[in-house]
Nanobody, 122 residues
Framework: EVRLVESGGGLVRPGGSLRLSCVAS????????IGWFRQAPGKEREAVAF????????NYADSVKARFTISTDNVKNTMYLEMESLKPEDTAVYYC???????????????WGQGIQVTVSS
């Protein structure tokens, strides 16, 4: 059974930091592209950051470049998203997702986590 389980969300003040984790099981971690999407109320799902655990290649949305860092621990089959200098507009439900395709298009992702809330507010 494939599972993606997110953790680490919560409430943080503007300018603060959070680290999201996604533990994967049930598929060969290094053969997939894995990453994060987010969806704010009333908005479409947005691609945030992606990584290929096999070769370390990464891809970031312009809105998070230089503030977010994606990484993996391939021994633990875990992906991390370090989020710094958080802004109120980063508030959303964040979803971990995985695909065998080299893409960041949400419809191409086969596996999804349940989502975790990140709220940036003073």
């Amino acid at each position: 059974e494939v599972r993606l389980v997110e953790s680490g969300g919560g409430l943080v003040r503007p300018g603060g930091s959070l680290r999201l984790s996604c533990v994967a099981s049930g598929f060969t971690f290094e053969r997939y592209i894995i990453g994060w999407f987010r969806q704010a109320p009333g908005k479409e799902r947005e691609a945030v950051a992606f990584i290929s655990p096999g070769d370390g290649a990464t891809n970031y949305a312009d809105s998070v470049k230089a503030r977010f860092t994606i990484s993996t621990d391939n021994v633990k089959n875990t992906m991390y998203l370090e989020m710094e200098s958080l802004k109120p507009e980063d508030t959303a439900v964040y979803y971990c997702a995985a695909t065998v395709e080299r893409t960041v298009v949400a419809s191409e992702f086969e596996y999804w986590g349940q989502g975790i809330q990140v709220t940036v507010s003073s």
